[in-house]
């Protein structure tokens, strides 16, 4: 159990970060899924009870911070970054509760859901305060492990409730070409404060699967932003060659 006051099982940690990354599904946990005979009948079979527990929107927009936390160079989980490379993206977050008594890391993949968790049976506090990249450390051999059970080259997918704006380090729309701005997603027709938008073609960052592909569409990049204007009859979510990788965001022009 994770915290003070009753705390939390890792069992339900690890299915709040399975709930954001299936859109806000959320599945109950079965222990037996199925069971048959001899005789190859089925003795007994779990029903499988899902439910919509958060809008699909606001579950991409918690899973667009864990993509952050390992695919910034800052980010507390970067070291899982490496995945990408072999077409596994990984998204999570590290964390610690007070005194140091527990550090974890839980994160997903487009296939499953983990966590990990470091601490003492005698909830003393953990000695070493960087539990959590403990954690990481931890969570970096168990992704290794099963890895060759992975599907390459899938993507959480973003639901047509999504549009991405870029902002900058104080939360206001700014230029892509801004130095510190990122792209991160809001909810569809809503916006960022800030100066007034015009379209443009950027790819989305958390689609591309390798370091080259990265600095390209890096939003600080020239070369990620298309600044001719969609031809007559295109909208937002179309380009004019239905490559599939790039999308229409409202994107601020510098004042």
């Given at each position: 159990v994770?915290?003070?006051g009753?705390g939390?099982?890792l069992?339900?940690?690890?299915?709040?970060?399975?709930?954001?990354?299936?859109?806000?599904?959320?599945a109950?946990?079965?222990?037996i899924?199925?069971?048959?005979?001899?005789?190859?009948g089925?003795a007994?079979?779990?029903?499988?009870?899902?439910?919509?527990?958060?809008?699909?929107?606001?579950?991409?927009?918690?899973l667009?911070?864990?993509?952050?936390?390992?695919?910034?160079?800052?980010?507390?989980?970067?070291?899982?970054?490496?995945?990408?490379?072999?077409?596994?993206r990984?998204?999570?977050?590290?964390?610690?509760?007070?005194?140091?008594k527990?550090?974890y890391?839980?994160g997903?993949?487009p296939?499953i859901a983990?966590?990990v968790?470091?601490?003492r049976d005698?909830?003393?506090?953990?000695?070493?305060?960087?539990?959590?990249?403990?954690a990481?450390?931890?969570?970096?051999?168990l992704?290794?492990?099963v890895?060759?059970?992975l599907?390459?080259n899938?993507?959480?997918p973003?639901?047509?409730?999504?549009?991405?704006?870029?902002?900058g380090m104080?939360?206001?729309a700014?230029?892509?070409?801004?130095?510190?701005a990122?792209v991160?997603?809001?909810p569809?027709?809503?916006?960022?404060?800030?100066a007034?938008?015009?379209l443009?073609?950027?790819?989305?960052?958390?689609?591309?699967m390798t370091?080259e592909g990265?600095?390209?569409?890096?939003?600080?990049?020239d070369?990620s932003?298309?600044?001719?204007?969609?031809?007559?009859?295109t909208?937002p979510?179309e380009?004019?060659?239905?490559?599939?990788d790039?999308?229409?965001?409202?994107v601020p022009?510098?004042r």
């Amino acid at each position: 159990v994770i915290g003070g006051g009753g705390g939390v099982t890792l069992l339900v940690l690890t299915n709040v970060y399975a709930t954001a990354a299936a859109g806000g599904l959320h599945a109950e946990p079965r222990v037996i899924e199925r069971i048959v005979n001899r005789d190859g009948g089925t003795a007994y079979e779990d029903e499988l009870y899902i439910r919509q527990v958060w809008s699909a929107t606001v579950a991409y927009q918690l899973l667009s911070m864990e993509l952050g936390v390992v695919q910034h160079p800052a980010g507390t989980g970067h070291r899982l970054a490496k995945y990408a490379k072999d077409g596994i993206r990984v998204a999570g977050k590290t964390g610690t509760t007070g005194d140091y008594k527990d550090a974890y890391f839980c994160g997903v993949t487009p296939e499953i859901a983990f966590c990990v968790w470091l601490g003492r049976d005698s909830d003393d506090p953990i000695s070493d305060k960087q539990g959590s990249g403990l954690a990481v450390d931890v969570a970096d051999r168990l992704l290794g492990a099963v890895k060759p059970l992975l599907t390459p080259n899938l993507e959480f997918p973003v639901p047509p409730t999504i549009e991405f704006h870029s902002v900058g380090m104080d939360g206001v729309a700014t230029s892509t070409a801004t130095p510190g701005a990122t792209v991160q997603p809001f909810p569809k027709g809503r916006r960022p404060p800030g100066a007034p938008y015009d379209l443009v073609v950027l790819r989305h960052i958390s689609q591309d699967m390798t370091e080259e592909g990265a600095a390209a569409n890096d939003p600080r990049s020239d070369d990620s932003i298309a600044t001719e204007e969609p031809s007559v009859g295109t909208t937002p979510g179309e380009s004019d060659e239905d490559e599939g990788d790039e999308i229409w965001i409202p994107v601020p022009e510098p004042r």
